[in-house]
Every structure is written in structure tokens, then in C-alpha cells.
């Protein structure tokens, strides 16, 4: 990060352009200093809106609501002073221009605002990672997992599982320190019980399927099928738009063609790719290529086949979860419905027969894979890595304790090193420890202004 944390950082906090009301977010030590010389007005009364004319000099910005929020009782911890202008790029353009002509001033860096209220103790590192997604959040799913995400679900979780490692710790220190006292039975028993309860909590929380990072990065979703399967038109349909070309012409689609979409309030990228046959073509030979790569990596195939041809599953699918599709039903007969294989779902883009009931399909597989249920979901993998770490170093302190009183051979030193090292990878996930080697890290994804 450049700059110094002294300094008064400001920002427009809502989006550029033309709007009703464009905020600018002012935090440091400096704020209700700057507050005095662009307004005119002192000791404002925290959290109450004041109308006030802002200059830069003997120019006049505009007139629009002041707020000012004393330090520590604000969002970074600082002193900090929001104005609320008219929207639109020419008072933005001046507003800014007057921020940044105040002594000890400096436009912010993307996510510092976050930043500083991670380093004043106003949220840990979880928290605010959960206001970058709730900011980017496009689905309902995606909001509520990112809103008890950034109201420190997961923090709380993480925060008590390191202190009941640290007073675990805290006994075995205890045998380092005084080898010649014996703890008693009970507290062995103890011991073991809190172990395995750790171990089995952690073991549990990152055997979730990665539903939470599926839920906040997209479903991946792939259409795939032998060529002229209405595998554009499918995507087409679901897209509500013109997004692919459609044309009775086999191997019109030589590329992946990504889209992405709301299903039953969760997020999906789904992909149209080229027709899976044999070709002696160069470019489309690489568009298969593509195609298989795609699908090979999806959550979710939709496997297409002609009704009037249907054929055995796509090789290209066989790891993954698959809804089997039969396209263009109304142009086939009333015998040869009767006679359609009950295992594929019968659709139609064209008349929308079974479309209902195939997007209904959709959406409870998306459901099954993505719903993270009331409890607080990963949704990082550096989450995933921390506490991975954190699940060996307790599983190596249990096999080398084996926590059986009058044991002379363990060696308690190795234990509690073990528990130290399962403590600071939880550490590093909420921010508790080496929080400057990763800050730089996490608010790199962040907004300016947040």
C-alpha cells in the first residue's frame, strides 16, 4: 500500500457517472479539519444530516447533506465525514478536485476504507472480505451468504475455534513449564474430548463440496451435444437474448460462449460449446478441444440429443452431475414421444414444452450444490488453505500426545508446537495474526471508496 496511515483518505463511494447523489467518503485525522474549510461548519453533531454549501475556495461545488461519524464510533474507526452531492461527472469532477487540494489528503486505494477498519479492530478479515462480496452480489443467494458473512458469521466461528485451541495449549504449556506435575484424569479427559470435537468441527466445515465458493464465484454450467442439438437455441432461450448464433449449419459453434445468469436466485455461468463430433476442420478441432476442457471442468452438464436421434450419454460428461436433455420434441410425432426414453428430460425451445420443468430441474441441482444452509460457508480458498493447515497441525498433536495420563514418552514440546502452529493458521484467516502479509492480498479485490 502506498502512502501513510496518518494520512486523510477520501473517494467517491457511489458509482461514477450520472445519478441522483454521489457520495464522497472522507476518513482520517484530518476529516473534520477538512469539513471546516470546505463548509465552514465545526463541531457537527455525529450521524445528523446538515445542509451545507461546499467551496473550494470562492468557487461553489454544490450544495447537498453533510455527515460526520467522531472516531471510533464509525465504519473505519477514524474520524470520518461523508458528503452528499448531486450526482454527475462535473460535480464529481470539482468535489474531488477540492479534496485533493487539502493539506494531508490523498485519494484512497481500493479497499482501504475496509482496510483501516480491519487494522482499527472495527471487523476482522472475514468480515470485510463478506462487504466485497456483498457489493458484487448479483442473486439473492449470493447477498444473504455474503450479508452473514460480513455481520462476522464466520469470524465468530473462527475466533472461538482458536480460543479453545489456545486453552488447550495453555494446559500442555502448562506440563512444558512443570513436568513434575501430574494433571489430573479428568483434565486428560477433557483434553481429548475438546481434540476431537476441533477436529471433527473443522473436519466437517471444509467437507462442504466448495458450496460456498461455487455460491459467491458462479455454477458452472455446460450445453454439450453432437452438432445441430438447438444447444445455441437452448442457450439463446435461457439467456433471454441473442447471445449465440443459431443455424442449421453443423459446427457453427467453434468457440465457448459464456453467459451469466439467475437461476432461482443462484448465480450461473453457463456455456454454449461446439458440436462434439469428428472433424477433419482445424478450427473447429479446437473448438471440441475447447468444448471438452469446458465441460470437464463444469458443476453441471446439460447433455443434449436430438429427440428424433437419441443416443448414449456424452463421453465428455461422465465425471460430472448431468441433467440428459432431449431437444426438439415438436417435431416429432405422437407415436414417437410415446416411444422417448424416459430417462432424458423432453423439451422444446420453440414451443416451450418441458421448459418449465427443465428449468425447475435446474434450479434444484444449482440448489443442491450451492446451498449452504443456515451455518457459515467457506467461500475463499484462502480460507480453505488456513484451515486445512489448521486441521493437520491438530491432527499431528493428537497422534504425537495420544493424551493418556502417565504417558513418560510424549513429548509435550512437539505438541505444543503443533497447537501453536493450528492456532496461527486460523490467525491468519480472520487476521489475528501476520495480518500485513496478506492485507495487501485480500483489499486488492476491493473498490475504490470501500
Excluded at 136 to 159: H, K, N, W
Amino acid at each position: 500500500m502506498n502512502g501513510s496511515p496518518d494520512d486523510t483518505i477520501y473517494a467517491l463511494a457511489s458509482a461514477a457517472g450520472r445519478a441522483g447523489v454521489a457520495v464522497f467518503r472522507v476518513s482520517g485525522p484530518r476529516a473534520f479539519e477538512g469539513l471546516q474549510k470546505l463548509t465552514g461548519l465545526v463541531g457537527l453533531e455525529p450521524r445528523y444530516a446538515v445542509r451545507a454549501t461546499v467551496r473550494d475556495g470562492d468557487e461553489t461545488v454544490d450544495d447537498g447533506l453533510v455527515l460526520a461519524f467522531a472516531a471510533p464510533a464509525s465504519f473505519t474507526g477514524e474520524d470520518v465525514v461523508e458528503y452528499q452531492l448531486h450526482g454527475g461527472r462535473a460535480v464529481e469532477t470539482a468535489m474531488l478536485r477540492a479534496l485533493g487540494r487539502l493539506p494531508g489528503y490523498r485519494i484512497a486505494e481500493p479497499g482501504e476504507f475496509s482496510r483501516r477498519a480491519v487494522l482499527n479492530g472495527k471487523m476482522d478479515l472475514t468480515a470485510a472480505e463478506g462487504i466485497a462480496d456483498l457489493v458484487d452480489a448479483e442473486t439473492d443467494a449470493q447477498r444473504i451468504q455474503a450479508r452473514r458473512q460480513s455481520r462476522g458469521a464466520l469470524g465468530v466461528l473462527y475466533s472461538d475455534w482458536r480460543a479453545q485451541i489456545i486453552k488447550i495449549l495453555a494446559y500442555i504449556e502448562a506440563l512444558v513449564d512443570f513436568p513434575d506435575e501430574d494433571l489430573p484424569e479428568e483434565v486428560w479427559q477433557q483434553i481429548r474430548d475438546r481434540m476431537e470435537a476441533l477436529e471433527t468441527g473443522i473436519a466437517v466445515h471444509l467437507d462442504d463440496g466448495g458450496r460456498g465458493e461455487r455460491l459467491r464465484d458462479g455454477l458452472r454450467m455446460a450445453i454439450v451435444g453432437p452438432p445441430n442439438t438447438g444447444k445455441s437455441s437452448l442457450l439463446n432461450w435461457l439467456s433471454r437474448r441473442d447471445a449465440a448464433i443459431v443455424s442449421d449449419v453443423a459446427g457453427t459453434t467453434r468457440d465457448v460462449i459464456e453467459v451469466h445468469l439467475d437461476i432461482g436466485g443462484f448465480p450461473v455461468l453457463v456455456a454454449d460449446t461446439a458440436g462434439l463430433r469428428e472433424s477433419m476442420d482445424s478450427v473447429e478441432t479446437e473448438g471440441i478441444r475447447r468444448a471438452r476442457a469446458w465441460a470437464a471442468s463444469a458443476d453441471l452438464v446439460l447433455d443434449l440429443r436430438d429427440a428424433a436421434e437419441e443416443g448414449a450419454p456424452s463421453k465428455a460428461c461422465e465425471n460430472q452431475e448431468r441433467i440428459l436433455v432431449a431437444t426438439k420434441v415438436d417435431r416429432l410425432s405422437e407415436a414417437a414421444r410415446a416411444g422417448l426414453s424416459g430417462e432424458r428430460m423432453a423439451i422444446s425451445v420453440k414451443t416451450g414444452e418441458g421448459m418449465d420443468a427443465f428449468l425447475s430441474r435446474i434450479g434444484n441441482v444449482a440448489a443442491d450444490l450451492m446451498d449452504v444452509g443456515e451455518a457459515p460457508a467457506l467461500t475463499r480458498a484462502r480460507h480453505r488453505e488456513g484451515l486445512t493447515e489448521c486441521l493437520e497441525h491438530l491432527r499431528r498433536a493428537g497422534a504425537l500426545a495420544r493424551f493418556e495420563a502417565g504417558e513418560e514418552e510424549v513429548e509435550y514440546g512437539l505438541v505444543a508446537e503443533d497447537l501453536r502452529l493450528a492456532a496461527r493458521a486460523l490467525g491468519r484467516v480472520t487476521g489475528a495474526v501476520d495480518i500485513e502479509e496478506i492485507l495487501d492480498l485480500v483489499f486488492s479485490e476491493f473498490c475504490i471508496g470501500k
